[in-house]
């Protein structure tokens, strides 16, 4: 199932349709998006791994709560500014994978300041729900641009 056909049935209600990229789908104005949605992906398994005390990652709040610091954080500020930022997908983007990062952040505050309960909760909360919100704004964003 290719990008158009995953919105279609995300916004129909079907909860988790797989996700699968046609050739023409990969690259998004240099952005690799399948690239950019599976690290956001990741990072949940990072912060679980993290919190169970099995990862010898470094993480730090300040780099994980900025938006900017990934390709997508990149793309958006650049490219994806320059090309889309009179869209309000982009925006809507920009705004979801901000609340991502710093949710991503919260997760390590409340874990560090010894909370694992609370962290775990965000994480299977909140920043699950961010992390499934950038993956549709992405591709709603793409979908937009490519029927400009």
């Known amino acids: 199932m290719g990008l158009f056909d995953w919105l279609r049935r995300r916004e129909a209600g079907e909860e988790s349709p797989t996700l699968t990229f046609e050739e023409k789908e990969k690259n998004f104005e240099g952005l690799d998006i399948k690239g ?72 390590l505050i409340r874990h560090g300041s010894g909370n694992r309960e609370q962290a775990l909760d965000h994480l299977n909360t909140e920043f699950k729900k961010l992390s499934g919100r950038v993956q549709l704004s992405l591709v709603r964003l793409y979908s937009k641009a490519s029927r400009a």
């Open 36 to 107: 950019a949605l599976d690290a956001h992906a990741k990072w949940r398994e990072r912060l679980e791994e993290h919190i169970a005390g099995r990862s010898e990652e470094v993480l730090e709040v300040g780099t994980v709560s900025c938006d900017d610091n990934c390709a997508l954080g990149k793309w958006i500020y650049s490219v994806g500014h320059k090309k889309y930022g009179h869209l309000k997908e982009l925006e809507d983007l920009r705004a979801t994978h901000a609340d991502f990062h710093l949710s991503a952040g919260e997760v």
